[in-house]
């Protein structure tokens, strides 16, 4: 328990994947660390507050948390600034208050932090942190974390000049001061142009990094991949698929998923500046024991990850003329439909699944329309008995009859091949 309140005190960072499947044991491992349910949990909304579709947004998150986490949570609306002094937003700072886990996720860092200025939001965030409590920033509202916030949005799609905007500094509490997180560390999506590092690319990032204070580091989450800081234990542990990286200067210390230091080990990377002949070296994960509950790092990482796999297993079913496995592996796509349609991130991703599933549905009716059997064991018996037939009439030296039984398999399509050892036959496709 907390030395300041009855609930420990956990900030959980996301890179990215904060309402996918992958995260799904993460958040559940986090909101029973927050003691017996149920658990008071808000999700707040300001990070994408301004666009048009927050209202899907908004359900999508409530679903995910309820079907997939087993959380009911409510939404602690702080959608713009100009809602500040309504009913609405007193209830809102009631809810964050008093809940035990407190969410925020996808959006625009920039947004976020115009419309928490001023408010009481920032303070009510910082309590949960010193009280107890668990805050579980992802993807852009992760971003606002640290002392220091990349304006993503306005560098990468309006093409600004980087820059640093001022950050709400919350994870000093964790005895991080100074340093800027970067979401989306490990991120592939440009192809043929680098979007690394949440899409600024090593040569902004190196610009970046030169305005920076003396002190100053970036701490990188990457993608699919949770770092949990225990204020109370002094602990940080990497969780997820991926890994997290402390940067100063271009120098990098690696932690990988399974990873747990203590926060100051992070903070002593930060400090490092090579001068010494090098990078600092990499830190080794503890190696995993059997059953452990991070097993779902190796679950797909997207729902074009987990169609592409079930559809390479569909194919091979049917090959095999494994009925059941290919009708199982199209039923684990509708349910992967449904898991991932609860994800935030939007995306086309479902739109390429459904059409797979249809296409493997269609397959299957041609499957059934031909017999999902092997054609050649069907129409064993019924050959075997002709042959027999054959080789009686053979042996009887009635070659009128051999002929004519074999001129009626051929026609059948049925090749015959006679050898010292007997007679081969094979269906013609």
């Given at each position: 328990m907390s030395a300041s309140g009855p609930w420990p005190r956990l900030l959980a960072i996301m890179g990215s994947g904060e309402t996918s499947p992958t995260m799904v044991g993460t958040h559940r491992r986090l909101v029973e660390r927050m003691g017996p349910a149920p658990v008071p949990a808000v999700v707040l909304d300001t990070p994408f507050g301004f666009q048009a579709n927050v209202e899907i947004l908004t359900r999508r998150a409530v679903?995910?948390?309820?079907?997939?986490?087993?959380?009911?949570?409510?939404?602690?609306?702080?959608?713009?600034?100009?809602?500040?002094?309504?009913?609405?937003a007193e209830r809102s700072l009631a809810r964050l208050r008093s809940a035990r886990y407190v969410f925020a996720g996808p959006g625009s860092p920039s947004y976020a932090l115009r419309q928490w200025a001023?408010?009481?939001?920032?303070?009510?965030?910082?309590?949960?942190?010193?009280q107890g409590g668990c805050l579980t920033f992802a993807s852009a509202?992760?971003?606002?974390?640290?002392?220091?916030?990349?304006p993503v949005y306005e560098i990468y799609k309006v093409g600004e000049e980087p820059c640093w905007l001022e950050g709400l500094d919350l994870l000093a509490l964790a005895g991080l001061p100074g340093m800027a997180l970067i979401p989306h560390y490990d991120n592939t999506e440009g192809g043929n142009h680098d979007t690394r590092y949440c899409y600024l690319g090593e040569p902004r990032l190196a610009r970046l990094e030169e305005q920076l204070p003396h002190h100053g580091f970036v701490l990188g989450v990457d993608e699919h991949t949770g770092l949990v800081l225990d204020l109370d234990a002094g602990t940080a542990s990497v969780v997820g698929r991926g890994g997290v990286t402390v940067r100063r200067q271009g120098y990098s210390t690696s932690f990988p998923s399974g990873s747990e230091v203590p926060i100051a080990d992070l903070r002593r990377a930060g400090t490092a500046r090579g001068d010494g002949g090098g990078p600092p070296s990499t830190t080794a994960?503890?190696?995993?024991?059997?059953?452990?509950?991070?097993?779902?790092?190796?679950?797909?990482?997207?729902?074009?990850?987990?169609?592409?796999?079930?559809?390479?297993?569909?194919?091979?079913?049917?090959?095999?003329?494994?009925?059941?496995?290919?009708?199982?592996?199209?039923?684990?796509?509708?349910?992967?439909?449904?898991?991932?349609?609860?994800?935030?991130?939007?995306?086309?991703?479902?739109?390429?699944?459904?059409?797979?599933?249809?296409?493997?549905?269609?397959?299957?009716?041609?499957?059934?329309?031909?017999?999902?059997?092997?054609?050649?064991?069907?129409?064993?018996?019924?050959?075997?008995?002709?042959l027999e037939a054959r080789s009686a009439a053979r042996a009887g030296r009635d070659w009128a009859t051999a002929d004519a039984l074999r001129d009626h398999l051929v026609a059948a399509g049925v090749e015959i091949s006679d050898t010292p050892e007997g007679t081969d036959w094979r269906l013609l496709s």
């Open positions: 679903e995910y948390f309820r079907e997939s986490v087993g959380l009911e949570v409510e939404v602690a609306r702080w959608r713009s600034a100009a809602e500040g002094s309504t009913l609405e001023g408010s009481p939001v920032p303070a009510t965030l910082a309590a949960k942190l010193e509202a992760a971003l606002t974390l640290g002392a220091a916030t990349v994960a503890a190696p995993r024991p059997p059953g452990d509950p991070e097993a779902d790092a190796a679950a797909p990482a997207s729902l074009v990850a987990a169609s592409r796999l079930l559809e390479a297993r569909f194919v091979a079913a049917v090959d095999e003329r494994d009925v059941d496995a290919a009708v199982a592996a199209v039923l684990e796509l509708d349910a992967a439909i449904v898991s991932w349609s609860r994800d935030t991130l939007q995306s086309d991703d479902a739109d390429q699944a459904r059409a797979a599933l249809r296409a493997m549905i269609v397959r299957l009716g041609e499957l059934a329309r031909v017999g999902a059997s092997d054609p050649e064991e069907r129409a064993r018996p019924f050959v075997e008995a002709v």
